[in-house]
Nanobody, 124 residues
Framework: QVQLVESGGGLVQAGGSLRLSCAAS????????MAWFRQAPGKERQIVAA????????YYSDSVKGRFTISRDNAKNTLYLSMNSLKPEDTAVYSC?????????????????WGLGTQVIVSS
């Protein structure tokens, strides 16, 4: 079983930056498709960004394109989300997710394992 642990969330002012990390257990991280999702209060969880096993084929939602960057370090079993020019509407719980496959996937139901999430609050 794969375990994911997110870190790096916090409180930041609008226009600021944060870098989220997602540490994965196990030896096969490099073969997993990975993604970041977020859930704002009272809203459904939505995909933020996704990446294939080798970091290529990245996908971003329109709301974060040009501001967020998803990356991974397979040697460290870690997924990252660099967030710049943060806006109050980016406030949410951010969760990483993985799939026992190497492609690109965009729906919650496509992912096999999840972290518990880290809170990001952007003040205006």
């Amino acid at each position: 079983q794969v375990q994911l642990v997110e870190s790096g969330g916090g409180l930041v002012q609008a226009g600021g930056s944060l870098r989220l990390s997602c540490a994965a257990s196990g030896r096969s991280f490099s073969s997993y498709a990975m993604a970041w999702f977020r859930q704002a209060p009272g809203k459904e969880r939505q995909i933020v960004a996704a990446t294939r096993w080798n970091g290529a084929g990245t996908y971003y939602s329109d709301s974060v394109k040009g501001r967020f960057t998803i990356s991974r370090d397979n040697a460290k079993n870690t997924l990252y989300l660099s967030m710049n020019s943060l806006k109050p509407e980016d406030t949410a719980v951010y969760s990483c997710a993985g799939r026992f496959s190497s492609g690109s996937y965009f729906r919650q139901g496509d992912y096999d394992f999840w972290g518990l999430g880290t809170q990001v609050i952007v003040s205006s």
